[in-house]
């Protein structure tokens, strides 16, 4: 079975703040990606990027990074030098071997503080 | 623009009413998929449609079924036998693929009167 842990229920930043999403995932398939989401107050999620399991280089986006460890079954995102407009819920979330599944984990409440 | 249309955006249920919800997408997606979202845990899968004319449970199927006719469409029902339906559903769609990401709609907040 498939697993996903966000542990981290509720963040409150202040802007400018360096902050990190912590995601640990649980599979026993060898080939599987890795998401993370933003589901901003409006309600909608929007994909932000996905990860192989075969590709641990780390990805950096604008202010956004993403630290992929196989070692530790982790996939942290980081948001350098946060805004207001990063407010929102994130989720981490796995798929992996036949089928179209999503598991998501129960998200993190990010709050940047102006 | 292309994207996944959701409505209504608000919907409300009496005691014993069947509700259907709506999602269309235009995006030329294989697969679609409906999400419950409860506060605190994050996003549970009810349905899910790989292809037109089939579908497959997912892990909270108890309560809802669904159709796929056309592959833009997949409304939702949520039938009288779920007896706890106060939720925001989410409606997603995406290629052919594991790897594929979902794109979703703006979701339906449904409450009980």
């Known amino acids: 079975a498939q697993k996903v842990t966000q542990a981290q229920t509720e963040i409150s930043v202040v802007e400018k703040e360096d902050v990190t999403l912590d995601c640990v995932y649980e599979?026993?398939?060898?080939?599987?990606?890795l998401f993370w989401y933003k589901q901003p107050p409006s309600g909608e999620l929007v994909f932000l990027i996905r990860?192989?399991?075969?590709?641990?280089q780390n990805e950096i986006s604008g202010r956004y990074s993403w630290n992929f460890q196989k070692s530790t079954s982790s996939f942290n995102f980081t948001i350098t030098a946060s805004q207001v407009v990063d407010s929102a819920v994130y989720f981490c979330?796995?798929?992996?071997?036949?089928?179209?599944?999503?598991?998501f984990g129960k998200g993190t409440l990010l709050t940047v503080n102006p | 623009d292309g994207g996944i249309t959701q409505s209504p955006k608000y919907l409300f249920r009496k005691e014993g009413q069947n509700v259907t919800l709506s999602c269309e997408q235009n995006?030329?997606?294989?697969?679609m998929y409906w999400y419950r979202q409860d506060p605190g845990q994050g996003l549970r899968l009810i349905y899910y449609?790989?292809?037109?004319?089939?579908?497959q449970k997912g892990d909270i199927a108890e309560g809802y079924s669904v159709s796929r006719e056309k592959k833009e469409s997949f409304p939702l029902t949520v039938t009288s036998a779920q007896k706890n339906p106060t939720a925001f559903y989410l409606c997603?769609?995406?290629?052919?693929?594991?790897?594929?990401?979902?794109?979703f709609g703006d979701g339906t907040r449904l409450s009980i009167l």
């Open positions: 449609s790989q292809i037109v004319n089939d579908f």
């Open positions: 997603a769609s995406s290629p052919q693929g594991n790897n594929q990401p979902q794109h």
């Open positions: 979330a796995l798929s992996g071997g036949s089928n179209y599944k999503l598991t």
């Open positions: 990860r192989n399991s075969f590709d641990e």
């Open positions: 995006l030329n997606h294989d697969a």
């Open positions: 599979t026993r398939d060898t080939t599987y990606y």
